[in-house]
């Protein structure tokens, strides 16, 4: 026993899942996102507005690059990503919390510090965030008179899915740094403790509100393409 004793104290210690990225983290993500992506769009509205001189030739910007085409490629990025960021929120909603709610404590939290760790990666946050800044590019290449019946579509995606972002900074992260906080499961005294901090109704309700949001942003920013396509269209005869 003594032997025993020893072993377990000498044995290295599991400092438990890393905050990968927590909220001060992200935050300050979202904000340089929104910063480069708003610069963006000032940048190329006065672009556009103001001519260029060569050679005594009156040029704008609309002139050497397609604007139309820049459009319509920020509305399929933006539809894109905001289309994959439902279908994430929606897998939550509908299979891994329901299916990891009928599991024990030990399962229960050591699963979720395992699927939080794991969907912290460089696709998936460039999903996440690529949906806003290019949500927010299309809406500012979408201010022009002959293309503004698109605009409020797109301003609704805008606005629901910066609701999005919001919760998941100020809800749903802080959730998951706290369960993954508590270190490995087998090192957690009392797991039932640890998980009723965590909260997995309140976590399981603003993730239903995301994938309600984040779906309805997906179905504004479809009809923007359909109207986009109206609005491209050369007049028929």
């Not at 999903?127 to 503004?148: K, N, P, Q, S």
């Not at 403790?193 to 479809?222: I, K, P, S, Y």
Request: glycine residues 6%; proline residues 5%; hydrophobic residues 60%.
């Amino acid at each position: 026993m003594a032997d025993e004793a020893l072993v377990v104290r000498g044995a290295p210690q599991d400092p438990g899942p890393v905050k990968i990225f927590p909220a001060l983290a992200l935050t300050l993500a979202l904000t340089l996102a929104l910063t480069l992506a708003l610069t963006l769009a000032l940048t190329l509205a006065l672009t556009l507005a103001l001519p260029l001189t060569l050679r005594g030739l009156s040029v704008t910007v609309a002139d050497l690059v397609s604007i139309e085409t820049m459009r319509v490629a920020a509305l399929v990025i933006a539809t894109l990503t905001v289309g994959l960021m439902a279908g994430v929120f929606a897998l939550y909603t509908n299979a891994i919390m329901p299916g990891l709610g009928r599991t024990d404590d030990r399962t229960f939290v050591g699963a979720f510090q395992s699927i939080d760790t794991a969907i912290i990666n460089p696709l998936f946050l460039m999903t996440f965030l690529g949906a806003l800044v290019f949500t927010g590019i299309a809406a500012a290449l979408h201010l022009g008179e002959d293309v503004r019946s698109v605009l409020p579509w797109i301003a609704v995606a805008l606005v629901l899915y910066l609701a999005v972002v919001v919760i998941t900074v100020r809800i749903n992260v802080p959730l998951n740094d706290g369960i993954k906080a508590a270190g490995a499961p087998d090192r957690i005294a009392d797991l039932a403790r640890v998980r009723e901090q965590f909260n997995e109704a309140r976590w399981a309700r603003w993730n239903l509100f995301r994938t309600l949001a984040t779906t309805a942003a997906f179905g504004c920013l479809a009809w923007a393409l359909v109207l986009s396509g109206r609005v491209g269209s050369p007049p028929t005869v």
